[in-house]
């Protein structure tokens, strides 16, 4: 029998197990990315990963060049690894001002929208326009 929207050899939209087992790890994975942004920012989140897969990864030796190159500065003898620095850094910190940008145009417009709820709302409820700020500026030779 063919449900209502199905064609004849069509088979259910509903995910399967597996396809859950897939995909709700992924998604949590990537709402813990946010969060972590939200309130490191991509910085922190950089950080993280990076002490996650040196923790996870490395041996012992590398760890301790790691330090020995990064943190201590140590034997850095070709020039690339500042440029690679320098690069990532640049990189993550783009990424933290569009995210920021974007996150302070969302709360700015969000505050807009309130704030000509609440004038109409205030306005319904009075006979008088509350809206005179504009004339008594030009009266005093304000701006327009």
Request: overall charge positive; glycine content about 8%; proline content about 2%.
């Given at each position: 029998?063919?449900?209502?929207?199905?064609?004849?050899?069509?088979?259910?939209?509903?995910?399967?197990?597996?396809?859950?087992?897939?995909?709700?790890?992924?998604?949590?994975?990537?709402e813990?990315?946010?969060?972590?942004?939200?309130?490191?920012?991509?910085?922190?989140?950089?950080?993280?990963?990076?002490?996650?897969?040196?923790?996870?990864?490395a041996?012992?030796?590398?760890?301790?060049?790691?330090?020995?190159?990064?943190i201590?500065?140590?034997?850095?003898?070709?020039?690339?690894?500042?440029?690679?620095?320098?690069?990532?850094?640049?990189?993550?910190?783009?990424?933290?001002?569009?995210?920021?940008?974007?996150?302070?145009?969302?709360?700015?417009?969000?505050?807009?929208?309130?704030?000509?709820?609440?004038?109409?709302?205030?306005?319904e409820?009075?006979?008088?326009?509350l809206?005179?700020?504009?004339?008594?500026?030009?009266?005093?030779?304000?701006?327009?």
């Amino acid at each position: 029998m063919v449900k209502r929207g199905q064609t004849k050899g069509a088979k259910s939209r509903a995910p399967s197990q597996w396809t859950r087992a897939i995909v709700e790890p992924i998604l949590g994975l990537f709402e813990l990315f946010s969060r972590i942004i939200d309130r490191f920012g991509w910085p922190g989140l950089a950080l993280i990963l990076g002490f996650y897969f040196v923790e996870r990864n490395a041996t012992a030796e590398q760890k301790t060049e790691i330090i020995n190159i990064y943190i201590l500065g140590q034997g850095m003898e070709h020039s690339y690894v500042v440029g690679v620095i320098c690069v990532v850094a640049l990189l993550i910190f783009f990424a933290q001002d569009y995210y920021w940008r974007r996150k302070d145009k969302i709360l700015r417009e969000e505050i807009d929208r309130l704030a000509k709820w609440k004038s109409l709302h205030q306005q319904e409820g009075i006979d008088t326009n509350l809206h005179h700020t504009e004339r008594s500026a030009q009266k005093k030779g304000g701006r327009k």
